[in-house]
């Protein structure tokens, strides 16, 4: 058990292009969430995966946002048409039963 | 609406001081509470949570937390704090009565900061 991975740790885009992110939960986990956090705030909810099936979705999710789990292992998160406002940290976090949830390092996007 | 509240954005103590990091939270149902620190350039790692039972949880690091229902709180402390413990600390919350929503709300954090 390595715990929660996030791939890239940190990414420069210019405003317009795509990017896409990778969350590998830890092994055992069914649950994962995706989170973002701007400076000086504590992490947002964007998203939730119930093993493949994504279960809630925030208003923060806009329609430039999509998130998959198409194996119910690693999920991948994608901004389309990056804007300056969406330069955060994208947290991913995983759960089992047990309600709490483990964090990754976090990808922190810049978008120019 | 759910909601954490850290009212101080910065504690600052003295090695070997005991120290506390206040939280109060507003939830509709019964609420699930978590601690979390963040290193610089880091994710978050769990510290301890009060889901039920004795309202005084211990955690990670010597950290513990003390559940009051009535004051809506969940503060943390520990006895006698060290240097290594300098990090930004988040207060989160899920509301039990939400059984369709399984994410936290977070607070804005707390930075301690603690001297030598």
């Known amino acids: 058990d390595t715990g929660v991975s996030q791939d890239p740790r940190h990414k420069i885009t210019k405003r317009g292009q795509n990017v896409t992110f990778r969350c590998d939960p830890i092994?055992?986990?069914?649950?994962l969430y995706w989170y973002r956090q701007t400076l000086g705030q504590g992490p947002e909810f964007l998203t939730y995966?119930?093993?493949?099936?994504?279960?809630?979705k925030s208003r923060l999710l806009s329609d430039r946002f999509s998130a998959e789990r198409p194996k119910g292992s690693f999920s991948t998160l994608e901004i389309q048409r990056t804007e300056q406002g969406d330069s955060a940290m994208y947290l991913c976090?995983?759960?089992?039963?047990?309600?709490?949830?483990?964090f990754g390092p976090g990808t922190r996007l810049t978008v120019l | 609406a759910q909601s954490v509240a850290q009212p101080e954005d910065q504690v600052n103590v003295a090695e070997g001081n005991p120290l506390t990091v206040k939280c109060t939270y507003s939830?509709?149902?019964?609420?699930?509470l978590f601690w979390y620190v963040q290193y610089p350039n880091r994710g978050l790692q769990f510290l301890l949570k009060?889901?039920?039972?004795?309202?005084l949880v211990k955690g990670s690091y010597g950290f513990e937390a003390e559940f009051n229902k009535s004051q809506t709180s969940f503060h943390l402390k520990k006895p006698s704090a060290l240097v290594s413990d300098s990090a930004l600390y988040f207060c989160a919350v899920r509301d039990m009565a939400n059984q369709a929503g399984t994410a936290l709300i977070f607070g804005k954090g707390t930075t301690l900061s603690v001297s030598s």
């Open positions: 009060y889901i039920t039972g004795d309202n």
């Open positions: 092994s055992e986990h069914n649950r």
């Open positions: 995966f119930q093993n493949e099936a994504q279960l809630e």
């Open positions: 939830v509709s149902g019964n609420p699930y």
């Open positions: 976090a995983s759960a089992a039963a047990s309600d709490t949830q483990y």
